[in-house]
């Protein structure tokens, strides 16, 4: 507790998802949004962006190993990059804690003539992995507040 009375949470953030996605963008939007309030409660954001080309050879297994929320990231209009998912949530398997808590995001959906992921779709894959799901845009900030809003309700324990 502080001297206001609220309690105050550092979440590790981590984003995570192939190259080219979003998720520098997201990121970097992110940054406005980096502690908010819920139910009175202090949650403070340190995002960590990630590079995904080299994926099990890199060192994001090293940044997943203390992570409190995975973003997992996809790009609506890149079907392959959503076809992934499934490699990514084996790596959160394999690497982070089994308290993770993550969160699927189809990035980009400001460009809705390009959409190759319907939004039924990625919500019905999210309900089967027990994942909670947003469509974003890192380009014109849709989503993103909520994004983060959502991931501190899950861990007041709201959502
Ligand atoms: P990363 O490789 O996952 O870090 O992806 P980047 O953040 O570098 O973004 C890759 C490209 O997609 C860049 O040209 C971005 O400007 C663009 N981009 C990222 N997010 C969005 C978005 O929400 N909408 C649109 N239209 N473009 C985006
Ligand atoms: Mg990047």
Known sequence: MNGNGTSQTKLKVVLIGDAAVGKTSLSVRSYCTRSLYVDNKKIMF??????????????????????????V?????????????????????????????????????????????TTQEAHTFADEHGLYFLETSAKT??????????IGSIFVGGL
């Open 141 to 150: 900030g849709q989503n993103i507040q909520q994004l983060f809003m959502d």
């Open 73 to 117: 990231a996809y790009d609506i209009t890149e079907r392959n990059t959503f076809e992934n998912i499934n490699q990514w949530l084996r790596l959160l398997q394999e690497s982070a804690p089994e308290t993770i808590k993550c969160a699927l995001v189809g990035n980009k959906c400001d460009l809705l003539e390009k959409r190759q992921v």
């Open 46 to 71: 340190q995002i960590w962006d990630t590079a995904g080309t080299e994926r099990f050879k890199s060192i994001v297994p090293f940044y997943l190993r203390d992570a409190d929320v995975a973003i």
